[in-house]
């Protein structure tokens, strides 16, 4: 009889512990997924481009999805270790790093082609000018 019940407990713990695992590697590959869909909209975010207004509003959708990814991680049953999801905020942390140099970047390359389009500006005049006084 205390074999039985021994082993009904220990059949209840099997369960609830297999559960948990289940509930968690369900998780992680969501996460997994969704970190995945993030990379790609980076990589077409940084190689494709795009007026100011696009490249703000791709920026959001990325934003959206990575806080929607630390929302999920942060709303995990408290059973769960922090440990198992300590790799995916180290990497929306990259991300959101990614994100900042990206935007970075362009707000460069905007002040960059408006200093370029002054420039052209300046030569067009001066070369106007410099012609009307030679005659």
């Not at 300046?122 to 106007?128: A, L, Q």
């Given at each position: 009889m205390f074999a039985i019940h021994t082993g009904k407990k220990g059949i209840g713990v099997l369960e609830k512990k297999h559960a948990e695992y289940n509930e968690i590697f369900e998780k992680q590959a969501s996460i997994t997924f969704?970190?995945?869909?993030?990379?790609?909209?980076?990589?077409?975010?940084?190689?494709?481009?795009?007026?100011?207004?696009?490249?703000?509003q791709f920026q959001g959708l990325i934003s959206n999805m990575r806080t929607d990814i630390e929302n999920e991680i942060a709303n995990t049953d408290s059973v769960v270790e922090e440990y198992q999801f300590q790799l995916y905020n180290e990497l929306l942390v990259q991300i959101k790093a990614i994100q900042t140099i990206v935007d970075d970047y362009e707000n460069e390359s905007e002040e960059y082609l408006y200093n370029k389009e002054l420039l052209e500006k300046?030569?067009?005049?001066?070369?106007?000018e410099g012609g009307k006084s030679k005659k």
């Open positions: 969704k970190l995945d869909e993030i990379t790609k909209y980076l990589y077409r975010l940084k190689n494709k481009k795009r007026t100011l207004g696009e490249h703000k300046c030569r067009e005049k001066y070369r106007s």
